[in-house]
Structure formats: C-alpha cells, structure tokens
C-alpha cells in the first residue's frame, strides 16, 4: 500500500519522491514510529502536521551521504518557511481583531537607524556652528565675494578614459577648465592658480587607465580634501540619458552632510558653483552622502504638475569616498590634516559613520 | 691591498715553463665551457649567448670576454655609487681569494679614465676600451639616478585586495539604500513647494488653496455663503486644469524664447503623456460613468420599471377587494 502511494505520489512530484526514498533510507537513524508518522503525514497532506517534525538532537549534518543531507535540509527550510508564514497570518489577525488598538507597526531595523550617534552631528540652530561657518575658508564664497573658477587636471601621462572624464565634468561645472599636467609639481602649480584668480583645483588621479582618486583644493590657502573615486561613468556609457548639458547654470542638492565633518565637505561641493543657479536650465548637480559614500549625480528635471516631477540623467557619475581632509593647500608632507581615513579604528564597527 | 703587494713578489717569480702551463690550462678551460658546452654562467637565447658572470665586462659569452678563459683581465664595476676596477693577472691564478685586484677610481670621470690607462698600460687594447665603455655607460646612469630622485616620484600604495572588495560591496549596498531618484525628486519637489523658484512654474495649487483659506480666515462669518462658492469654484477649477497645464507648457516655450530642441521634446513628450493622461482619466471617466454616475440613466430606467409595477399591482388588488 504503502510503495503503491509512494509510486503515485513520484509520478506527482520528483522531490517528494525523493525525499520518502530518503525517509525510508533513513529508516535506521530516526525512530520507526515517527518515520511511520511523516510517511502518514505526506501522504494525507494534512497541513496540521505540517511535515516532517525533526526530533530535536538531531541535526542535518550528520548525515554522511551529501544527497541525502541536501534533501533534508531542504526539508528543514521549508518547514522554517511555512512556520514562518503561518506566524505571520497569526500576527496579522490579531492585528486586524485588536483593531484599533493594535500595538504600532514596528519598524524594521536599517543601517540608518542603528547608526551610531555621532558627536559631531550638526544641530540646525546651533550657534557655534554658524559662527564657525561664518568665519571660515568658505565665507568668502557664501558671502558672494567671489565667483568659484575651477580648474582641473590629472596626474601624470593621463590615458583616454581619465581625459575624456576630466572633459566631461569641466561641462559639468560652469567656469571649469581643463590644463594637461606636464609633469608640474603640485607645490608649483598652485602658486600660479592663485596668482590667476583660480578657486579650486581638482587633480584627478588616474591608476591603469582608470580614474581613481580626486584632490579637491580650495585655492586661496582652502581645506584639501582627498577622495577615492569609484564607479566612474562617462556619458556615452549611461542608459536612456539625455543631450548634453548646457551651459546654464545648475542647482545643486547635498544631501544627507550631518557631521560637522559632512557639513565642511558639503561647503567644499557648494563652492564649485555658482550662487544663483539658472531655474531656465533645469539641471541639477546632486552631491547624496550615503554611508560615507557620495554619490555625485547630474540631472535634468522637469516639473509635470506641482505633485510630479520627471528627472531624466546626463552627465557624468561618479561615487566618492572621504579619504582626508587637510587644513591648508596640498602638502603631503607637512600638512595639517583634519581628518584621515584611519581604517583599522574607523572601519572596525559597521553601524558608525562619519559624514 | 697590503697582502696583494707581498704576494706579488712571489708571483714575479714564476717561471716561463709555468706561465705555458697556466696559459694551456686556460685553453683548456675555454674548451670546456666555450662555444656549445656548459657554463653555469651562460644564458642562452635564440640569437646571442650572455654571461652573467659579475666580473664580466660586455655581458656576452665570448672567448675574448668570458673572465674565466682569459688568465689577464679586468673589468669596472659599481658600488653604492662609486666606481672600482678589477685585475685579474696569471700570476694570482693560483689564488682564487686574491684573484681580483681591485682599486677604486676618481669620481671625476676625466680623472677615472686616465686611472685606468695608468692601470691598465700594456694591456691588450680591447680590454682597456671596453674597461672604458663601461666606465662611461655608469657614470651616466649614476648621473640619471641622480636627477630622478629630485623630481616628483609616484609613490605606490597598497591595495589590500579584501579591503577594496568590501569597499566595493558597502558602496553597492549604499547605493541601493540611497534611492536617489526619489531623494532627488522629493528634494524638487520640496525647492517648489517652497517657493524657490519662484513664478516660473505657474501650478500653486496649495499656495492657492493656501490664500483661500487666508482670505477665509480674514473674513467674517457673514461672508460663509461667498466662501461656499469658491470652494465649488476650486473643484471646477481642478477638472479644467489638465487643460491650463498644457497651455502654461506652451506658455512656458514662449517665454523662455529658448529653442533647445530637447526642451521642447520633452515638453511635447510630456505633453504627450499628459493628453495620455487625459485619455486615461477620461476612460477612467467613462468607466466611472459606467459604475456610479451611470446610475442616473440606469435609475431613471429602474424608475420607469417600477412604475409599471405600481400600476400592474394595483388594479389587481382592485379588484381583489371586490
């Protein structure tokens, strides 16, 4: 009778069979009676006995033979599933019974939410950060004395990818030019820059023909900040973008700079542009911190009604991770460094951020 | 150097008969590690044969330059920046720990050069050349070393394979978490509602609805009637203004006086999508018209059915009672 069953119920479904050939293999680690139990219970499909119930010493891993093991262990799982589900149905209906006074929806766990309280985030009115913003390298820049003038050039011998990116961002950036690097000391170039009236300079470094880091130095004796590039798209390599960015100028959203930290990095990307974005252009850069991670995007949006709006990609993007911070222009070796990348302290716990 | 001058003396004094032997000896040797033997020294490709012998002073594998085959020989070599030349003569090839003679020339090279013509007078002329040559292709080496280390160097930084792997995996979770399209879009969203752009885009609906309720506010209570009438005036207003957007885009086109083409594109494709729009919400419309609205023809019907109901019934019962 039993063979009979089992025979039918292979030609049903392939697992099923595989796992009562199984059982009855098994026969001698398990107890008869529960073996007799699960056969009954796979055979009736009774869903209250909800498959097989393992006894509690046992433990899959120590079945020798590999397909076996397999079979079992997926048995284990989908036993863990529908335990799980029918959880969930219960949770529900007490839900809907309690009704009103059902306790509130827990809210799931994220990264975001377990962060790690930083000590430096920023309170919006707090005084002494507004004073510091108010007397630092930048003020010069938000109080519309200067206009920013950005130029940008590689390391050494750039190869094709790394030129055609550099090309790329300075239509990004308005009043951003393009200087091929011969071989100039950074110590040297600076000077000059200052001498032309330049506000930033971006050196983009370049590792086996791929751009790799970012030094972004804010002129006139300015922080320089120093960044790993990643994930650098050029703009033929963007799916469904649109034409090229024109000339007006964009806005820009930074999102996300709560430290005190972030706050100083998201005034080093405000200062590459210019104040008064052009609306007319409809482009916007976007600078969104995300774990450490700033991912640097360029849009065009258009307002559809005052409850839509569609965005539609061009440009360039790319990912930037902090590496340092230093107080005054490029010096490598004499610098006063605000903030390094410390891995071995600053990687070691996953929930804590510093921007 | 000292013990070098005593044992000199003693190599002086070889024999003709022994100075035979030893020249023989090296014929020998040439022999043996030459042309197509083994040396442990010899590097073999497919057109030349190199020696990689130190003492050797042209770096190939021939009779006149392998410094084992030659009894007399000498070569400059290169140390920690200084330049020293080294004899080889038969009468020390007894002596294989004091073989070498080595004496350290002039940094100066006009001086170093004149050093080993002194040193090597009387010497056969390939070896003094050759010893020279060498001499030259060090001094400018050393020379380019020098000028290197002056300028810039690129200075190598580890990469820790696992380290940029997990990089790697965090910015693609970072990226998935960060949902920047809708951030992006909430931000736009939130500069309009703000007023930051302001005029340019002419739907306001809130800010209307903001100033109507103000004015209500300013009002008095005689005025409710009025205000019922607005209220009704804003939904109107709401059916028609699917209509006004478009003609605010048209607007838009003029006054901008801009004609970038994908501008217009996309004002034409959003004009598309909003007569696509239309056309939905008027199907939606019709349908709706189809279930509740379309009640009131339906009703009307119904009405007319049980009016005839009525009037069936109640003669009957007219003349039941009778």
């Known amino acids: 009778m039993d063979s009979n069953e089992a025979t039918t119920s292979e030609s049903v479904s392939k697992k099923r069979g595989k796992t009562k050939k199984v059982k009855r293999k098994v026969k001698p680690d398990e107890a008869p009676v529960q073996e007799m139990d699960q056969a009954e219970g796979e055979e009736t499909e009774k869903k209250s006995v909800s498959g097989p119930c393992f006894p509690p010493t046992f433990s899959v891993s120590e079945i020798k033979n590999k397909q076996r093991r397999h079979a079992m262990f997926l048995k284990l799982k989908e036993e863990k599933r529908k335990q799980k589900l029918e ?41 002494e950060v507004a004073f510091d913003e108010g007397t630092d390298e930048f003020s010069a820049y938000f109080s519309r004395l200067t206009n920013p003038k950005v130029l940008i050039t590689t390391s050494d011998r750039p190869r094709g990818r790394t030129v055609r990116f550099c090309e790329q961002l300075a239509t990004v950036i308005p009043h951003a030019h393009v200087y091929y690097r ?31 880091g970012l030094v972004l130095c804010h002129l006139p004796d300015g922080p320089t900040a120093h960044f790993k590039v990643s994930n650098v798209r050029l703009r033929k390599e963007m799916k469904r973008r649109g034409k090229d960015p024109t000339e007006h100028v964009p806005e820009v959203i930074l999102n996300n700079f709560s430290t005190r930290l972030g706050h100083s990095i998201g005034r080093l990307f405000a200062a590459l542009f210019p104040h008064d974005p052009q609306f007319v252009g409809r482009q916007v850069a976007t600078f969104h911190n995300q774990r450490d991670f700033i991912f640097f995007r360029f849009h065009r949006y258009i307002f559809k009604n005052e409850k839509k709006v569609g965005i539609q990609e061009l440009g360039p993007r790319f990912t930037l991770k902090l590496r340092s911070l230093q107080k005054g222009t490029f010096d490598s070796k004499f610098g006063e460094y605000e903030w390094v990348h410390k891995r071995h302290e600053m990687d070691s716990s996953r929930r804590k951020f510093h921007l | 150097m000292l013990e070098n001058d005593e044992h000199k003396e003693e190599e002086k004094n070889l024999t003709e008969s022994e100075i035979e032997v030893l020249l023989a000896e090296v014929e020998v040797i040439w022999d043996l590690i030459g042309n197509d033997s083994f040396c442990s020294y010899k590097v073999k490709t497919k057109t030349q044969q190199f020696c990689r012998n130190e003492y050797n002073i042209t770096g190939l594998c021939n009779r006149s330059s392998c410094p084992l085959a030659n009894s007399q020989y000498a070569t400059v070599r290169e140390e920690k920046g200084l330049c020293y030349l080294y004899m080889k003569v038969i009468e020390r ?78 910015e693609e979770k970072a990226l998935i978490a960060a949902q920047l399209e809708n951030a992006i879009e909430k931000e736009l969203l939130d500069r309009l509602k703000q007023g930051t752009y302001g005029d340019i885009y002419n739907f306001p609906i809130h800010a209307f609805d903001k100033a109507m309720e103000k004015q209500e506010e300013e009002t008095e209570s005689e005025e409710e009637e009025d205000e019922e009438e607005p209220v009704t005036r804003e939904f109107v207003a709401d059916d028609g203004f699917e209509e006004s957007d478009l003609s605010d885009f048209e607007d838009m086109n003029n006054l901008k006086g801009s004609s970038d083409e994908e501008e217009e594109a996309e004002e034409e494709s959003s004009e598309e999508e909003e007569s696509e729009e239309e056309l939905e919400e008027e199907k939606t419309k019709a349908q709706s018209k189809g279930k509740a609205p379309l009640k009131g023809p339906i009703r009307k019907k119904r009405a007319y059915v049980e009016m005839e109901y009525e009037q069936e019934t109640e003669p009957a019962q007219k003349s039941k009672a009778t």
Not at chain 1, 206 to 211: G, I, M, T, W, Y
Not at chain 2, 98 to 111: F, P, S
Not at chain 2, 132 to 160: D, P
Request: aromatic share 6%; net charge positive.
């Open chain 1, 182 to 212: 011969r071989g100039l000391a950074l110590k040297r170039v600076i000077p000059q820059c200052v001498s032309r009236g330049f506000t930033y300079v971006m050196v983009i470094n370049e590792d086996r023909k791929v751009p790799n």
């Open chain 2, 93 to 170: 090839a007894a002596f294989p720990a004091r073989m070498w003679e080595k004496v350290k020339l002039d940094r100066n090279y006009a001086k170093a050069l004149e050093q080993i013509d002194e040193n090597l007078i009387y010497w056969p002329r390939f070896i003094r050349h050759k010893c020279k040559q060498r001499l030259t292709k060090i001094t400018q080496y050393l020379i380019r070393i020098r000028k290197l280390t002056l300028k810039r160097q690129r200075k190598l930084v580890l990469l820790s394979r696992k380290v940029e792997r997990r990089e790697k995996r965090r």
């Open chain 1, 87 to 127: 959880l969930k149905k219960k949770k529900k209906k007490e839900r809907k019974a309690l009704g009103d006074q059902a306790p509130p929806k827990e809210v799931p766990k994220t990264i975001e939410n377990q962060r790690i309280y930083d000590e430096t985030t920023v309170n919006p009115e707090d005084e």
